[in-house]
């Protein structure tokens, strides 16, 4: 691809440059660490890979880490996977979120923002006085080190505070969005045997109440590992039989236990999207999770106590486990429960006025929906507080980041950032010391050493090729639940080169140092931000008599859009009319999730499989984005290769 794109949209004056967190961080790392002291970004992020143990352990001082013993050195096994950060060290994730509480007790450490978008503060100290008491009553009932408790639950403070009692005890959180259909939600709590559920009765989205009590039972009902329930009124309701009421366990004035475990023990369990078969129950640590975020959010991100922290996100998303680690830099984190569009397709801006957000991140799809709605933030909104507008999910494309120039503000810092579920961080992205240019992601993380490869694992730079990275990250899962010998884990990583981590994204590494991502060169389902497999929605979907079988394949567009059809073989006798497609679509929403709803139903002749009998999605998806039939698949390995001619035919059309 060309890099020929020498005028920045967006460059930092030299005051931003001198003042931020990874300016000041490089010059102490050089006195004290030796970090280069000149030479800006790329000499910092080249000593940051170069020499990982000095700079992990400047990352850990300047950000006053900590260690209730210390550690016997850095990195104590650097193999992937595998790798032994921080052996010998004891800490606590909780207690570092909540160390604001110390000097800050009366400022907000949490604003919650409903539909009515008006802003509800939780101080530091309120917010520490919460978790306190909540920490006590699970250790009351019973909840130990390495437990795991799980929360059906929105994006409301009980959901902060109950994560952060869970860490305080040394046991391990988990969590879905209650806009997550009951199957959906039990493929991934059943994996981990929640000892614990906090869950609502119901979430209010688009102006409407929706109900979940009869959802919540049938939780209850399928996970026999619950010893308590926790009900938490959001619609008002009456807690359930046997369940235990929030407000009686969040009452007391008790001052915080902070659990001092291993860097290595769990912190929460997120999930993969399940492409083939159950979601990967995917464990990362308490050290790793505090170290990765601290040097995200404080010198990537550049947050610090003045600012306030807005992402658009669910709990059911790895970006909200990211918006709540910043309180770790002091920062006051707002979480908004409701849709991204109600009353209107503003609402996003209108929060992040009301708010003062200072870095207001949300999805390249967002971004693209205000465009073409007509939306002018910087006219209609007092954005003046907002500094850095981040975005996610998927590519940001060009348009996109001139409208976010044109119709925000021309001295807006714009970071696209891409990362994943897997390491809950991000692999490239904002640097607040480099320039901006359109269509691509500022540069690769520090610590992080990213690279384009070719299938023979030669490095490339200005073509796409596979995302990888040849060095441990402190984030990257410490294994993945009920995988005893690692098997699944290094299949899902390490296979394609062995001991180097390929994450599934095809990209770009610029001759100056920037990173075009190009979308996944997976199957993985990526709508609004929240990932699914295929496998979910053909489980849901081939439950009618009428399917025989069919294919689900999600395609980046060029102009930022998400096109996700599903093609369906219908049984004999069957015909694709609207109370079939109705009924498709109604089993989709019910028993997965309204946003990934198909946007088209088309009947095929029949569904492509490998020889050894798997469906084809990614040759499919690559002949759909225009890639000749003879590079989008090996002919040798296809069970009937005529059946691809109509996904051949189809994408001409399109085109």
């Known amino acids: ?15 931003r440059i001198a003042r931020s967190q990874v300016t000041r961080f490089q010059a102490w790392a050089a006195e004290h660490h030796g970090a280069p002291a000149d030479g800006g970004y790329p000499a910092l992020h080249r000593w940051s890979v170069d020499q990982l143990e000095p700079f992990w352990a400047a990352v850990t001082q300047w950000f006053d880490v900590r260690f209730s013993t210390p550690y016997a050195r850095v990195l104590g096994d650097r193999s992937m996977p595998g790798a032994q950060w ?4 004891t800490l606590n994730y909780a207690e570092h979120a909540l160390r604001a509480a110390e000097t800050r007790a009366d400022e907000p450490a949490l604003l919650y923002v409903d539909e009515t978008h008006d802003p509800i503060p939780v101080t530091w100290s309120e917010l520490r006085r919460q978790v306190g008491s909540l920490a006590a009553e699970l250790r009351a009932l019973g909840v130990r080190p390495g437990d795991r408790v799980s929360g059906y639950l929105p994006n409301v403070p009980q959901a902060v505070v109950a994560l952060l009692a869970t860490a305080a005890v040394g046991a391990v959180w988990t969590s879905c969005a209650p806009d997550f259909g009951a199957r959906s939600v039990l493929d991934r709590f059943q994996q981990v045997e929640p000892v614990v559920l906090f869950t609502v009765d119901g979430y209010r989205y688009g102006g409407k109440e929706h109900d979940r009590r009869e959802t919540v039972t049938e939780l209850r009902r399928e996970l026999p590992s619950l010893r308590a329930v926790v009900h938490i009124p959001l619609l008002g309701t009456e807690a359930p039989e046997g369940a235990l009421k929030w407000d009686a366990l969040t009452r007391a004035d008790t001052e915080p236990v902070f659990e001092q475990v291993p860097f290595a023990h769990p912190l929460w369990v997120l999930y993969s999207s399940g492409t083939t078969g159950l979601p990967k129950a995917i464990v990362q640590s308490q050290g790793g999770i505090l170290v990765e975020h601290l040097k995200q ?5 550049d947050l610090g106590p003045e600012d306030r922290f807005f992402w ?15 309180l770790l830099t002091g920062t006051t984190v707002v979480l908004y429960d409701g849709s991204p569009g109600y009353p209107d397709t503003g609402a996003q801006w209108r929060v992040a006025e009301r708010t003062g957000a200072t870095l207001y991140g949300t999805s390249a799809a967002y971004v693209m929906a205000c465009r073409k709605a007509d939306v002018h933030p910087g006219r209609d909104f007092d954005l003046s507080k907002v500094q850095c507008v981040a975005t996610t999910g998927s590519p940001l494309p060009p348009d996109g980041f001139r409208w976010l120039h044109d119709e925000v503000r021309e001295d807006l810092w714009i970071a696209s950032v891409s990362g994943g579920t897997d390491v809950c961080s991000c692999f490239a992205g904002a640097v607040p010391t480099l320039p901006v240019h359109i269509g691509e992601l500022q540069a690769p993380s520090l610590g992080t050493d990213l690279q384009s490869w070719d299938p023979s694992g030669k490095p490339l730079i200005d073509e796409v090729g596979e995302l990888v990275v040849t060095n441990p990250m402190p984030s990257m899962p410490i294994h993945f639940w009920n995988d005893p010998d690692g098997s699944r884990y290094h299949g899902s990583y390490f296979d ?25 060169s997976d199957s993985t389902l990526n709508r609004q931000g929240v990932r699914m497999g295929s496998a979910d929605i053909y489980e849901a979907v081939e439950r009618l008599p009428e399917i025989k079988e069919s294919l689900v394949i999600g395609i980046e567009q060029p102009d930022g859009g998400y096109w996700m059809p599903l093609f369906v073989h219908l049984a004999p006798g069957a015909a694709l009319d609207q109370a079939l497609l109705d009924r498709i679509k109604r089993t989709i929403r019910e028993n997965l999730s309204p946003r990934h709803i198909p946007d088209e139903v088309i009947e095929v002749p029949g569904i492509p499989h490998t020889l050894t009998g798997k469906r084809i999605e990614v040759p499919v998806k690559r002949l759909l984005q225009g890639t000749p039939l003879e590079k989008a698949v090996n002919p040798g390995s296809i069970d009937n290769l005529d059946l691809l001619h109509f996904y051949e035919d189809l994408a001409r059309k399109r085109a």
């Open 297 to 301: 959010l404080g010198l990537h991100c």
């Open 496 to 520: 394609t080169y062995p001991g180097v981590w390929r994450h599934g994204d095809w990209i770009t590494l610029t001759s100056r140092g920037s990173v075009v991502i190009h979308g996944r």
């Open 312 to 326: 658009y996100t669910s709990t059911g998303w790895m970006m909200w486990n990211f918006l709540v680690s910043g």
């Open 86 to 89: 921080f052996p010998g060290a």
């Open 1 to 15: 691809m060309s890099t020929v794109n020498p005028q920045p949209l967006w460059q930092p004056d030299p005051q």
